[in-house]
């Protein structure tokens, strides 16, 4: 079974993930939850975020404090992080149609990560859209390496 996500009213399914995209998000899952403190939740998706009636999204994964985890789903407070493990069926949709959406849903941080390059870009809300803060990709790292 696939995803199914709102965008302004649009229905947009896509197929289910790659085992390498579930791996990627139970890597970062593990990752995120060894370092956030107990008021936070680290929850994986498909976990529906709808911060209006004609938006629904499923990111990959979601941390949110947990006073806003309601008995229900979905969530409608806006998360601080949001992020996506990219793949061939959600690049176009991870890289440019989530970020500017997630933004005007006053999501504080989106980060998403590519396992085929791999990179891993993290932004923060700077107003009305996401600034980079920060990223990270292995021949960044190969390079540092080398010049040590």
């Not at 396992?115 to 932004?123: C, I, N, T």
């Amino acid at each position: 079974m696939g995803r199914r996500e709102v965008f302004d009213g649009a229905v947009v399914t896509r197929p289910a993930p790659s085992a390498r995209h579930q791996g990627a998000v139970a890597n970062l899952l593990m990752a995120l939850r060894q370092h956030c403190p107990r008021t936070l939740a680290v929850l994986p998706g498909p976990l529906d975020f709808q911060p209006s009636a004609a938006r629904s999204f499923q990111p990959d994964v979601i941390v949110t404090r947990r006073i806003h985890l309601g008995a229900a789903s979905p969530l409608t407070m806006p998360p601080l992080l949001l992020a996506e493990v990219i793949d061939e069926a959600s690049e176009i949709w991870d890289r440019s149609v989530k970020p500017a959406l997630y933004a005007a849903s006053r999501v504080d941080h989106y980060w998403h990560f590519d396992p085929a390059v791999p990179e891993f870009v993290a932004y923060r809300l700077a107003g009305e859209e996401y600034v980079e803060v920060v990223t990270a990709r292995l021949e960044h790292e190969l390079d540092a390496l080398k010049k040590r």
